[in-house]
């Protein structure tokens, strides 16, 4: 996580998360902490938000039957968790995500299973209609507690120049 303070008073700082434009170099990787231990109960209720009726994500007998043997984790809960991990890294300060491409679920992820994710910066440039931002391609991986990628996806982002972020510019 990228955290810095900024003083708003007298003895009063306020903490800021995030990159901006300028802070991105192409080839650097971010390794996003802490990790999340998925729980059964995670599971389900992200299959019961979303409506996901597949029983292979909560019916353990039909599970127990299948290739897997028991129960695994939706797998958009997965990319969503990833995505939700590398925020503070690479979108705290984004104006808005442009596009998501090439998702691959590489290894099944299961209950239990404590998932890390890291984000290599791909390509970056100025926009041509926004001066007051660039635009970040990042790479995202989710590995497992042993080491093995479950997961990636490449994300782009329209991102704040320095001194143009919301924080910047609001007093919440």
Not at 78 to 89: N, P, R
Request: net charge neutral; proline share 3%.
């Amino acid at each position: 996580m990228v955290a810095t303070a900024k003083k708003v008073g007298e003895g009063r700082y306020r903490e800021s998360f995030g990159r901006n434009y300028e802070d991105f170099t192409v080839g650097d990787v971010y390794e996003h902490r802490p990790g999340r231990t998925i729980t059964e109960t995670d599971n389900t209720w992200f299959t019961l938000l979303t409506m996901n009726k597949h029983p292979l994500h909560f019916d353990q007998e039909y599970a127990r039957h299948s290739e897997f043997g028991r129960c695994i984790v939706a797998s958009p809960f997965t990319v969503a968790l990833l995505a939700g991990m590398s925020v503070s890294d690479v979108s705290q300060k984004a104006i808005a995500n442009l596009g998501w491409t090439d998702i691959k679920l590489t290894h099944p992820v299961y209950p239990g299973d404590t998932l890390y994710a890291e984000s290599e910066v791909m390509a970056k440039r100025e926009s041509i209609s926004r001066p007051d931002a660039g635009i970040v391609s990042v790479r995202t991986t989710g590995k497992n507690q042993d080491g093995v990628v479950v997961c990636t996806f490449d994300r782009t982002m329209l991102v704040q120049r320095r001194g143009h972020a919301l924080e910047d510019k609001a007093n919440y």
